[in-house]
């Protein structure tokens, strides 16, 4: 395979087809049935094993955060599945109500029609054309991953099954007062023109003004004739009913009670005392425009303010309000300051930078907007979903997302969960304009039951997160049978749910709320956490900065495999991951490692003969012991779902101790004039060796594990595909363990790294003996003699001599080792007076340099001005200054 660079990425890319080798595999797994729920594969059977994936919108495309989540459910879907639990992911999509509605909306317009023109029936149903030609699209895309999903078993927040649970369970919390309607003030978009929930508002830092306008009092006291408020947003004043003050502050006590005259619109309202006042903000005098306002709403509660809605639902001022009206709220702003300054009742002006709200689809900034609404009424449903978090009966990975979630459901308001649109859930309430009669209803009601008049069904269309919190039981059954199904019977709760922090609270705490409801229930057992994917400055990836990363072509760049298993190793215990596209190329190497260990194996397999294992030298016990310490190591790490340790744990066996030394330590064993028997020993192992890392490896890096394992020399009977086969069994693996191998041959190792480091330091070539001198203790010493052949043979020594109480030579370098010191001679192989002086000029040269940094590093005015990624870069160029210097002189030091 040549080497060439990839244009686009600036990666060096390996000329393999990874799609030509990756398709295949994945639909002979899929046809072979291993995706979906059966009675489990390999000898092991144990509880079902199921994940639900967070459904993608349908007008989605896969990001970097659905890689690494889909990663680790598949991940942990696949070992569930080598464990021989029946297993299963169940798959599906999101209707995504704004968004789609808001493609449809432009699809339509670029053809020159709208919604309104078309009707509500027609506009639903070019919504359901849009679901057919593109709603696939993500879906395909997670089948390019190798995602085990259930592709069988698809659902849909909109399917027939789907749509009657979720009437069903409107249905039902409206009987229970769980849901009622109201006014009340919520996040309303006028481009989209429709209420957000507080969750999904965006906030955005603006750089804005605070006018402080004066209200002139209707009787003035004394020289005081008028009280200034201040505001950031004075167009808001026209729909003002009151002005609150600090009951505390004494500058305005004598005023509660009294009245001022609202400029521009000559409206009477009163001063009022109200504790929500902050005496610091302004000049203590708040204009209260409850209908506009949150804060504001609830202070018109407490005191009994009149409710005035001055914008229309595309929040522009509303008729009765002379030539402000038809303004929309910018042009309101400037006409009412003007206004104000023309009536000399502008104040003054300061800046003010705070932050707005913004809707998540389009952007546009959101109006507080008293309107008539559909809400949860949480507080008889949030007890139980916390409860079963604070009993760990649902536990959170990280841990410390336990008591986020506690917290968000602790202030939990009432929940908001109508939407102003045609795409979507249509909310399952009726009523009879003739008689009055409403009523909520799972069937569709056309004739009133008092008085047999048709109903009309509200408009409105429910939440996205009210239908998805159904989604854990929605899609196995629950419809139609409830908790009775056989699959929730056999598989509920479900057993990992892994998302992001953004909808923790959106998404995770509610589908606790609804399962706890209607299945008395918990979802699922665990929640993981996983870090959101950053741009590698730490920001966050986004079209408009031009950062992101598109998963398609780094699946194109590093292959499947080479992206999963480069994602999970960036994976730490941080909040967030910043993505660095080289630990991909470095796993795309991990990848062709891996098959090129297997293609060495396979060339050293004549007459061989299959058989049990029999590790019997040194070597073999060794990476037999390590192979059982990592297989209990992984178990803990993905019963943690520590992902990132199970793959460093993974890179370090099969690279380092695999390839690296075990491999080695059996060419001689292969080779011409090796002993038959041993021979056929060392095959067994090394391919026993061989099959056990690929099942370890398989979860993360499924195609390349299942293309080698069919080129195995085993019996697969039992298990034709790698994703059938059984994980390998830590307590089997047991009985390899050797503490005393393990210490024999990490000394070989250290004692043979330490002569080819001092080789690659001074330039000693490999062909030139080395005489070599190994000091540690007795027992140690006896360890490490006894396989003083493997070190000969590695190292090249002119002589090796090992002991307690040996010296060190003259003119020898010195490594230190765990517990040993291995000391090399020097003499008659390198000029030590002209290494010295080389030494002595580099050492001057990294000083210099390294001094230049830290006095700019400490300067002050440098580190005010300099961009904060300015300073990284010199910091780590000074620390690796630093780590040169240190190391020319410590050879200095070895030199004396």
């Excluded at 889909?70 to 070992?79: G, L």
Aim: glycine share 8%.
């Amino acid at each position: 395979m040549a080497d060439n660079t990839n244009e686009k990425s600036g990666a060096r890319k390996i000329d393999y087809d990874f799609a030509a080798h990756e398709r295949p595999l994945f639909e002979a797994w899929k046809d072979a049935g291993y995706f979906q729920r059966g009675e489990g594969f390999g000898a092991k059977k144990g509880q079902p094993y199921t994940i639900v994936i967070p459904p993608p919108n349908i007008t989605g495309v896969l990001h970097m955060g659905h890689a690494l989540n889909d990663t680790i459910q598949d991940t942990c879907i696949r070992r569930a599945r080598m464990q021989g639990r029946p297993a299963r992911w169940i798959l599906g999509t999101d209707h995504a109500g704004i968004s789609t509605q808001t493609k449809v909306d432009k699809k339509l317009a670029d053809q020159g029609i709208s919604r309104l023109e078309i009707g509500r029936e027609a506009f639903v149903e070019a919504c359901y054309d849009w679901y057919k030609e593109y709603g696939t699209t993500i879906v395909n895309q997670i089948k390019g991953m190798g995602c085990s999903c259930d592709y069988d078993d698809e659902h849909f927040t909109l399917e027939p099954a789907y749509v009657k649970a979720v009437r069903k369970l409107f249905v039902d919390w409206y009987h229970d007062d769980l849901i009622y309607k109201g006014k009340r003030i919520v996040n309303w978009c006028p481009h989209c023109t429709t209420s957000i929930s507080d969750d999904e508002a965006e906030y955005v830092d603006e750089a804005g003004h605070l006018w402080y306008l004066r209200y002139p009092l209707t009787e003035p006291e004394g020289d005081l004739e008028y009280l200034v408020v201040a505001t950031t947003r004075p167009e808001t004043m026209l729909g003002d009913t009151g002005v609150a003050v600090n009951p505390k502050d004494e500058r305005f006590k004598h005023l509660v009670g009294k009245t001022v005259k609202l400029p521009l619109v000559d409206r009477e309202i009163p001063i009022f005392a109200d504790w929500h006042v902050d005496m610091e903000f302004g000049t203590g005098c708040v204009k209260t425009t409850p209908a506009h306002d949150p804060n504001d709403w609830a202070m018109g509660e407490r005191n009994g303010l009149e409710r005035i809605n001055i914008f229309d639902e595309t929040a522009h001022v509303v008729d009765g309000y002379g030539k402000f009206s038809g303004m929309d709220r910018d042009e309101a702003r400037e006409a009412v300051v003007a206004a104000f300054d023309e009536l000399g009742l502008l104040d003054h002006v300061e800046d003010h930078d705070h932050s707005v709200m913004t809707c998540y689809r389009c952007h546009t900034k959101l109006e507080p907007w008293e309107s008539e609404q559909w809400f949860v009424a949480v507080d008889g449903l949030k007890r139980d979903a916390a409860r079963v978090v604070e009993d760990g009966s649902i536990q959170f990975h990280p841990e410390r997302w336990r008591q986020v979630y506690l917290d968000w459901l602790e202030n939990l308001k009432d929940w908001c969960i109508s939407r102003q649109l045609w795409w979507g859930h249509r909310i399952p309430m009726f009523y009879c304009d003739e008689c009055g009669w409403e009523d909520a209803s799972v069937e569709d009601i056309e004739a009133c039951p008092v008085c047999g008049k048709p109903v009309r069904q509200d408009e409105d269309v429910l939440d996205t997160w009210f239908s998805s919190q159904l989604w854990p039981f929605a899609t196995m059954g629950w419809t139609e049978e409830g908790v009775d199904a056989p699959e929730m019977r056999a598989a509920y709760p479900t057993q990992v749910l892994s998302t992001a922090r953004d909808i923790m609270g959106l998404w995770v705490a509610r589908m606790v709320m609804a399962s706890m409801y209607c299945t008395e229930q918990i979802p699922f057992e665990h929640v993981i956490i996983h870090p959101t994917v950053m741009a590698a400055d730490g920001k966050p990836m986004s079209k408009s900065r031009g950062n992101g990363v598109d998963p398609l072509r780094l699946m194109e760049d590093y292959g499947a495999d080479g992206m999963r298993f480069g994602l999970l190793m960036q994976v730490t215990g941080a909040q967030d991951l910043k993505f660095n596209e080289a630990k991909l190329e470095s796993s795309r190497n991990f990848a062709n490692k891996i098959r090129n260990a297997a293609r060495f194996v396979m060339m050293n397999l004549d007459g061989y003969e299959p058989g049990e294992p029999a590790p019997s030298t040194p070597a073999d016990r060794w990476i037999f012991s390590r192979l059982a310490g990592l297989v209990a190591r992984l178990d803990a790490a993905f019963d943690g779902f520590e992902f990132g340790e199970a793959t460093r744990e993974l890179y370090a066996f099969f690279w380092n101790e695999f390839c690296d030394w075990y491999i080695e330590f059996s060419k001689a064993r292969l080779g011409a004039g090796a002993d038959p028997a041993d021979r056929l020993a060392c095959q067994r192992n090394l391919v026993f060796v061989l099959d056990q890392a690929l099942r370890l490896l398989h979860p993360i890096m499924p195609f390349v594990t299942e293309e080698i394992y069919q080129e195995l020399p085993i019996d697969r009977e039992g298990a034709p595909y790698l994703i059938g086969a059984a994980w390998p069994d830590a307590q089997e693996l047991a009985k390899y363990a050797d503490a005393e191998a393990e210490r024999a041959i990490e000394m070989v190792c250290e004692t043979v790294s330490a002569i080819r480091s001092t080789r690659a330091r001074y330039g000693i070539s490999p062909k030139s003996e080395l005489a070599v001198v190994v000091k540690a203790d007795e027992a140690d010493a006896a360890l490490l003699e006894a396989q003083r052949g493997l070190i000969e043979g590695m190292g090249n020594t002119a002589s090796l001599a090992i002991g307690a109480q040996v010296e060190k030579p003259a003119e020898s370098s010195a490594v230190l080792g765990a517990g040993l010191e291995v000391y090399l001679v020097l003499s008659g192989l390198v000029d030590l007076d002209a290494e010295r002086e080389r030494l002595a000029k580099e050492q001057a040269k990294l000083a210099a340099d390294a001094g230049k940094l830290e006095k700019k590093l400490s300067n002050p005015g440098f580190l005010a001005k300099a961009a904060p990624e300015i300073v990284e870069k010199d910091r780590a160029k000074h620390a690796e200054l630093a780590d040169k210097l240190a190391r020319v002189e410590a050879q200095l030091v070895e030199l004396g």
